[in-house]
Structure formats: C-alpha cells, structure tokens
C-alpha cells in the first residue's frame, strides 16, 4: 500500500494538554500536509511543510519533518475541546496533484 | 473568497444507476482532485484534472470517471454504482497541483448506495 502510517489511531486528552500525533511515509516527497476533520465532513488543510524544512508553527500547531527518517509529527499545544477530530497527514510526491493520506489520528479533548 | 463548493452534499442511489457529483474549485485555482474516503479504506485519490486534462488516476475500475471544464469546475461520474461505492467523495483545488501547493477540500458529497 502506498499510504502512510499514522500513530496513534486514536487520542483522547483533557483540554490544556498537549496532543501530538505522527505520521510516517515510505517514498521521498516534495511537501507534506496536514488536515482535520469534524465528523465525515471536508478537510480542513491546517499546515504544509516542505521537504526542505525542519520545522514549521502557525499559532498552537508545531510542525515537524524528518526526511532521513520519513517522518513528521504535528503536535497542538494547549489543546480545547474544540480541537475533537480526526487528523490526517497528505504527502505529495509530485505525481501530477495526487496526495497520498494516512489512516489518521482521531483525537478527543475532553473539557 | 469562496472555498470549494461541492453539490450535491448527500446523495442517495440504487445499486444500477449512474450518478454525477460536481466540484467548484476557489476561484483561480486550476487543478481539481477526486478523493473517495471510506471506513474500511481511508482517502483513497481518484484522479486530478489540469487545464481539463487529466494529469494523473487512481487505481480504481473504468465505471470511476471525470472531466474539466475551460472554467476550471469539474465532475465525476459513477456508472453502474455498486453498495460498495457508497463513500464521502471529496474534492479538492490547488492552484497547479504538486510541488508545494496546497490542497483545499470541499465539504464532500456523501454517497449511499442502496
């Protein structure tokens, strides 16, 4: 299978903690997105980071990728309930717009 | 600026017929992908549309098929649709697809096929 591999499937956390969630892929890549989703509805995109980035932040998201290893963990910091979903990570291989998915992280916070 | 506009949003089939879901991409974003997800097999990419060509498919059967318009929206089309096809498909634009673009999803049109 060409897919990544998520971990852990699933996550449940009380509302301050942090949540961190990684993601690993098999073949060499030209950007890696992340992605949540509330309850079977769209992908809401939350961060991408490039092949020749270490490390990225947009507000409590923390990004980072380890190319020698494939690999990348996306870690929320001081987390609210309203972070509950399930997130994905899509990496890009250059193949003509194709993302390849993980089979997710489902995260609950609990308040 | 308006995001990704699928239609419908829930869908409901018999297993025989054919079905035609629609994607309106953000404004100036000229690529358009097809993702299946199901539970059993997660996001699955079903094929991405350039400039109304088709750059790239997924492995799925011949009864999966799309196109593009010069406007950038686009469509899939199932035939002969089987309870396993019953899925969320979601769609998603970029401005060129690949190579560091980022990808913005739909809502998703949620299939059931009965």
């Known amino acids: 299978s060409q897919q990544g591999e998520e971990d852990p499937q699933a996550l449940s956390i009380q509302e301050g903690e942090n949540a961190t969630m990684n993601c690993s892929y098999k073949?060499?890549?030209?950007?890696l997105q992340w992605y949540r989703q509330n309850s079977g509805r769209g992908l809401v995109h939350l961060i991408l980071?490039?092949?020749?980035?270490r490390e990225k932040h947009s507000g409590r998201l923390r990004v980072t990728l380890d190319t020698s290893k494939k690999s990348s963990s996306l870690l929320i910091t001081a987390s609210r309930a309203a972070d509950t979903a399930s997130y994905f990570c899509a990496t890009d291989h250059n193949q003509g717009g194709k993302l390849i998915f993980g089979q997710g992280t489902e995260l609950s916070v609990k308040p | 600026k308006a995001g990704v506009t699928q239609t419908p949003r829930y869908l409901i089939k018999t297993r025989g017929q054919q079905v035609t879901l629609s994607c309106s991409p953000i404004s100036g974003h000229r690529s358009v992908s097809w993702y299946q997800q199901t539970p059993g097999q997660g996001l699955q990419f079903l094929f991405e549309y350039f400039s109304e060509t088709q750059r790239n498919k997924g492995n799925f059967p011949g009864r999966f098929s799309g196109r593009q318009f010069s406007n950038s929206r686009s469509e899939m089309n199932v035939s002969t649709l089987e309870l396993g096809d019953s899925a969320l498909y979601l769609c998603?634009?970029?401005?060129?697809?690949?190579?560091?673009?980022?990808?913005?999803f739909g809502q998703g049109t949620r299939l059931t096929v009965v």
């Open positions: 073949t060499s890549i030209n950007n």
């Open positions: 980071i490039r092949s020749n980035e």
């Open positions: 998603a634009s970029s401005i060129k697809g690949g190579d560091l673009t980022e990808a913005f």
